[in-house]
């Protein structure tokens, strides 16, 4: 059993401490057991961690999770952060929540370590943007304001980078006017992506930020599946009832995916195959 753990642990790129917090015990705990010094019920920690290695190969075995699918809007997102690339421009990628622009965006940098990822949220300020910044560009903050600013932009300046801002519909005007400086005293390429949201912002709401808009070199916004597209999504995960799929999410991606794979789990802890019922079983799990 020792031994298991090891090679488990080894196998997933993982350590004791990470294994503890999972099953909840201490890391002491697993440490002592496996130098075989454990005091305490060692049956009962050993069913602890046969179960979760159990169910953590299934799941990572078994889950679609990770499988990129090419769809056109991923093949436009490729084509976009290309040319923003190339042209050195502020873009901007639009799309509905559940669209895949995420998934897209983070397969397209994932093999590139010149993209500077950063992830907006609804409490995002502009010190925020910053700092975080600041911290991807290895950068001490020692300075504020116009100095972090100026800091940011002239290493920015040095180096060749690009930036991609998700979830880019929560910035504030001011961050928003913040990045369309850092783009035009860095020429660095800035791509930000979000919902249909972001579209407005992007104006103002009386329009008094059309100078910022009037900046976006490439835009693109997200369409749901096509029929083909869904089929082949649906394929990947062993289901033919592409249809009912569509019925049951507006062919939205995400809604898709997790559809897919909660039917599939469904199906199994059943001993069946995935059909029209178990589809609208798993649904009222998860489509609103």
Same mark, same amino acid.
């Given at each position: 059993?020792?031994?298991? @753990?090891?090679?488990?642990?080894?196998?997933?790129?993982?350590?004791?401490?990470?294994?503890?917090?999972?099953?909840?015990?201490?890391?002491?705990?697993?440490?002592?057991?496996?130098?075989?010094?454990?005091?305490?019920?060692?049956?009962?920690?050993?069913?602890? *961690?046969?179960?979760?290695?159990?169910?953590?190969?299934?799941?990572?075995?078994?889950?679609?999770?990770?499988?990129?699918?090419?769809?056109?809007?991923?093949?436009?997102?490729?084509?976009?952060?290309?040319?923003?690339?190339?042209?050195?421009?502020?873009?901007? @990628?639009?799309?509905?929540?559940?669209?895949? $622009?995420?998934?897209?965006?983070?397969?397209?940098?994932?093999?590139?370590?010149?993209?500077?990822?950063?992830?907006?949220?609804?409490?995002?300020?502009?010190?925020?943007?910053?700092?975080? *910044?600041?911290?991807?560009?290895?950068?001490?903050?020692?300075?504020?304001?116009?100095?972090?600013?100026?800091?940011?932009?002239?290493?920015?300046?040095?180096?060749?980078? #690009?930036?991609?801002?998700?979830?880019?519909?929560?910035?504030?005007?001011?961050?928003?006017?913040?990045? +369309?400086? @850092?783009?035009?005293?860095?020429?660095?390429?800035?791509?930000?992506?979000?919902? /249909?949201? *972001?579209?407005?912002? /992007? $104006?103002?709401?009386?329009?008094?930020?059309?100078?910022?808009?009037?900046?976006?070199?490439?835009?693109?916004? #997200?369409?749901? /599946?096509?029929?083909?597209?869904?089929?082949?999504?649906?394929?990947?995960?062993?289901?033919?009832?592409? +249809?009912?799929?569509?019925?049951?999410?507006?062919?939205? #991606? +995400?809604?898709?995916?997790?559809?897919?794979?909660?039917?599939?789990?469904?199906?199994?802890?059943?001993?069946?195959?995935?059909?029209?019922?178990?589809?609208?079983?798993?649904?009222?799990?998860?489509?609103?």
């Amino acid at each position: 059993m020792k031994s298991e @753990i090891r090679n488990f642990l080894k196998t997933i790129g993982k350590n004791q401490k990470w294994l503890a917090e999972s099953i909840g015990v201490s890391d002491a705990q697993i440490s002592q057991y496996l130098k075989g010094t454990y005091g305490g019920n060692v049956q009962s920690l050993e069913e602890k *961690l046969k179960s979760f290695m159990a169910n953590y190969s299934v799941n990572s075995v078994d889950s679609t999770n990770g499988v990129f699918i090419k769809t056109r809007n991923t093949e436009a997102v490729g084509y976009i952060l290309t040319k923003s690339i190339q042209k050195r421009s502020l873009s901007a @990628i639009f799309g509905n929540a559940g669209f895949g $622009k995420t998934t897209s965006i983070k397969n397209y940098i994932e093999n590139r370590p010149e993209a500077i990822y950063i992830k907006a949220n609804n409490l995002f300020t502009t010190k925020d943007f910053l700092e975080i *910044l600041c911290e991807k560009l290895n950068l001490k903050k020692e300075t504020r304001g116009r100095g972090l600013f100026n800091n940011v932009v002239k290493t920015l300046e040095r180096i060749d980078r #690009f930036i991609v801002i998700d979830e880019a519909e929560w910035l504030k005007d001011k961050t928003l006017d913040m990045i +369309r400086n @850092i783009w035009e005293e860095s020429n660095t390429p800035i791509i930000l992506v979000g919902t /249909l949201k *972001l579209k407005q912002n /992007l $104006k103002g709401n009386n329009g008094e930020l059309d100078y910022l808009d009037s900046r976006i070199r490439l835009r693109l916004t #997200f369409e749901r /599946l096509k029929d083909e597209e869904l089929q082949e999504v649906c394929k990947n995960f062993g289901v033919s009832h592409w +249809r009912k799929v569509k019925e049951l999410t507006n062919a939205n #991606f +995400r809604l898709t995916t997790f559809l897919l794979e909660e039917a599939k789990d469904l199906a199994q802890m059943h001993g069946k195959a995935v059909d029209e019922e178990v589809l609208i079983a798993a649904s009222s799990m998860i489509v609103r």
